[in-house]
């Protein structure tokens, strides 16, 4: 929960996905800012309780969306800074999301390349039970098979695992 300016320099509540604005210059009632919406929100000086429920899903990357152009604007107006500095200190205050489950976790196409243009992601079972995803450019693979001797490293349960060859030493990421 927070309150934040409008772009016509009105409060807003944000609270739980969902953006409110003073009802008639009330201090304890809030309606939301969607027309079609008839949901209010009552403040009982602890509190918010909702009067009516939302007809749309709350929408919790727009509350995270404008607190970051709100802190962008407070921060261009107070500080000396150039914008792609105070751009990148608000992006990390950004919090990422996390997976609860195997299922959660997806790679994009473009993580799943190295800088190069070779393959990164060499396997991944996709299998929520069980998943493995192996991590590793097809160079290091080759390296590690021709190798007479190889030291490894780790254990499963920190999930890297260092692989030292006759020359080079370089990391397997496990993930089970």
Known sequence: ???VKSSKNKDQLLLDGFRYTRAKESQTVGRCCRNICADHVRFDGTIYINVQDHIYASNAEETIAMEFKLKIVASATTSHYPPRRIIHEALLNIPLPRPNSFDDIYIPDELRVANSGSRFLLSDNENNSDRMIILS??????RLSNSDYSHIDGTFKARIIRIITLSDV????FFS
């Open 1 to 3: 929960m927070s309150i």
């Open 170 to 173: 370089f990391l397997c990421i």
């Open 137 to 142: 450019s097809d160079d290091d693979l080759d």
